[in-house]
T-cell receptor, first 106, second 113 residues
Framework: GIQVEQSPPDLILQEGANSTLRCNFS?????LQWFHQNPWGQLINLFY???GTKQNGRLSATTVATERYSLLYISSSQTTDSGVYFC????????FGAGTRLTVKP | DSGVTQTPKHLITATGQRVTLRCSPR?????VYWYQQSLDQGLQFLIQ???????AKGNILERFSAQQFPDLHSELNLSSLELGDSALYFC????????????FGPGTRLTVL
């Protein structure tokens, strides 16, 4: 099955800083999603982005399907952005990366 | 709120027991997916049903089984439970049978003692 790798595994930021999270996948996909898992364990949909670029407030994402990677940008980070960010790719069944644990300090 | 509901939220049971987890998909979604999130294995796809039929199978143990009912809700049955089955179990749903955006429920946290 498809392999999904995320980097960095951990990220610590000061409030107000910007960050870029990366997701590499090993094969062509028909679905690529970014999720935020909050401290209560909920998986919140951020982007459904098999290709192209999308923006939602302070967050944006870009997927370059031909080069098999996706990027999640977080600008002007807030403490509420803390948690684990997962990338998941699907070409037959959904495979998740190991996640990036983001800590935003006040 | 994703629109996907799961019950119960928490479940504590003993080794060797059997439990049933329930999921109701978003209105209009025909696909239901089950996932397991454990500390050592991360988030793993278990199984997918589309409109009542099994569509795809992942790393689901033989002790586990699932079904999707005519009203599209789904149940995941876990039997002969072991300590290692302790995990967060998620259900997700989507409109399509493959490739569409999936929306996740709040999860059921299973603790096997």
């Amino acid at each position: 099955g498809i392999q999904v790798e995320q980097s960095p595994p951990d990220l610590i930021l000061q409030e107000g800083a910007n960050s870029t999270l990366r997701c590499n996948f090993s094969d062509s996909v028909n679905n690529l999603q970014w999720f935020h898992q909050n401290p209560w364990g909920q998986l919140i949909n951020l982007f459904y982005i098999p290709s192209g670029t999308k923006q939602n407030g302070r967050l944006s994402a870009t997927t370059v399907a031909t080069e098999r990677y996706s990027l999640l940008y977080i600008s002007s980070s807030q403490t509420t952005d803390s948690g684990v960010y997962f990338c998941a790719a699907n070409n037959n069944d959904m495979r998740f990366g190991a996640g990036t644990r983001l800590t935003v300090k006040p | 709120d994703s629109g996907v509901t799961q019950t119960p939220k928490h479940l504590i049971t003993a080794t060797g027991q059997r439990v049933t987890l329930r999921c109701s998909p978003r209105s209009g979604d025909l696909s239901v997916y089950w996932y397991q999130q454990s500390l050592d294995q991360g988030l793993q796809f278990l199984i997918q049903y589309y409109n009542g039929e099994e569509r795809a199978k992942g790393n689901i143990l033989e002790r586990f089984s699932a079904q999707q009912f005519p009203d599209l809700h789904s149940e995941l049955n876990l039997s002969s439970l072991e300590l290692g089955d302790s995990a967060l179990y998620f259900c997700a749903s989507s409109r399509e049978s493959g490739g569409g955006e999936q929306f996740f429920g709040p999860g059921t946290r299973l603790t096997v003692l």
